[in-house]
Structure formats: C-alpha cells, structure tokens
C-alpha cells in the first residue's frame, strides 16, 4: 500500500513533466512571459498537483474525478507544447523530448484511471446487490396501508 502520493509513478513522471517544462518554456521569446509560458508553466503544474489532490481525495469517485482533470491539463499541455513547437519556439529536441514525456504520463494517468474504475465497480457491486435485495423485500412485503385484495382484512 502507497503512503503518499508521492510513490505514484505517475505522480512522479508528472512532477519531472512539470519541471522540464519550467526549463523548456525558459527558452521561449521573453514577450510570450505572459503569454504562451505562463499558460504552458500552469497547465503543466496542474497535472501533478491534481494527481496529488487526487490521491487525497476521501473517495475513490473524487480521486478519479481529480485525475480526469489532469488528463484535461495533459491535453491542455500538449497543444501548447504543439503550438510552441509550430512556432519554433525553445530548443526543438527539447519541445520534442517534453511530447514524449508527455505521452507516457497520458499512458499511466489514463491506466491509473482505469484501474481506479474498476475498483470502483467492484466496490459498488455489494452495495447495489443489497440495495436490490433490500427493494425485492419491500415489494413482496405487504402493504398495511393498503387493503387486501378482494376486500380480505
């Protein structure tokens, strides 16, 4: 069992994007400061803080919730970097190295999510058989309330 979130490879990949993204956006032309670096710079802090947030979460439906935000600023992230790239902004080998950075955290996010999901399901079914069984109970129970049928009481 994980302590922290931390020990997540993905939490730690995410982390490592977030920095290289710090040193790649440093290259990019000083007038996109509050452009194109300041978006790109918050985009990739999202996604290991929504990771770490995630992991925080009290339920397993607000930790799936967190990483699917991640997966947004992922995807956020990457048409920056694309953009950046088009515009033959920073060190092209660097931009490209960020994408494929990139790509392996979109791998294990979306394979944290799926798993996450899983579990998820296998934690509701109990749940939902009782609750079936429970409704099943209540509806062949009679109805005080009610009369009986064909005027028996």
Known sequence: MLRSFKELEVWQKAYSLARDVYRVTATFPNDERFGLISQTRRAAVSIPSNIAEGYSRDTTRDYIRSL??????????????????????????????????????????????????????????????????????????????????????
């Not at 694309?82 to 394979?111: K, N």
């Not at 944290?112 to 079936?132: D, G, N, T, V």
């Open 68 to 153: 699917w935000i991640a997966n947004g600023s992922l995807a956020e992230l990457e048409t920056q970097l694309m953009l950046a790239q088009d515009l033959a902004f920073g060190e092209r080998d660097a931009v490209t190295r960020t994408l494929g950075s990139l790509t392996e955290v979109q791998v294990l996010l979306r394979a944290l999510i799926e798993s996450l999901r899983r579990k998820e399901a296998r934690q509701r079914a109990p749940r939902q058989e009782r609750h079936e069984a429970q409704a099943a109970l209540t509806s062949s129970a009679p109805d005080p309330l009610r009369s009986s049928p064909q005027g028996e009481a």
